[in-house]
């Protein structure tokens, strides 16, 4: 599967910004799938997962009750809503797919075999 992340852009603190993952293939509902994020100087860290029917999700504390993740299998598309944006809330974001037969493991970067290209997320305060 390959994956195309977009929508970053440059916002202000408690604006909102809405990120999508496009994939390819025609097995994405196989797939659970992942974002992560990595600032500057910071290693990449985990920010939300779906499992490929919808029904699990999982969330960083630290974006819990800001950001929703969802997704379309029949658009082949998972979104990642971001309100109520920080400046710490800076960083690259990337979209990430996982096998669904290696189980629910989502907060691992292992976990995730494909990643997308990622796209930049700026939030001034």
């Known amino acids: 599967v390959q994956l195309q992340a977009c929508g970053g852009g440059s916002v202000q603190a408690r604006d909102s910004l809405r990120l999508s993952c496009v994939a390819s293939g025609r097995t994405f509902s196989t797939y659970a799938m992942g974002w ?19 029904l699990r999700l999982s969330f960083a504390d630290s974006v819990k009750g800001r950001f929703t993740i969802s997704r379309d299998n029949a658009k082949n598309t998972v979104d990642l809503q971001m309100n109520s944006l920080k400046p710490e809330d800076t960083a690259v974001y990337y979209c990430a797919a996982a096998e669904t037969v290696t189980g629910w493991a989502p907060r691992n970067l292992d976990y995730y075999g494909y990643w997308g290209q990622g796209t930049q997320v700026t939030v001034s305060s």
């Open 36 to 54: 992560f994020r990595q600032g500057p100087g910071k290693g990449r860290e985990f920010v939300t997962a779906i499992s490929r029917g919808g």
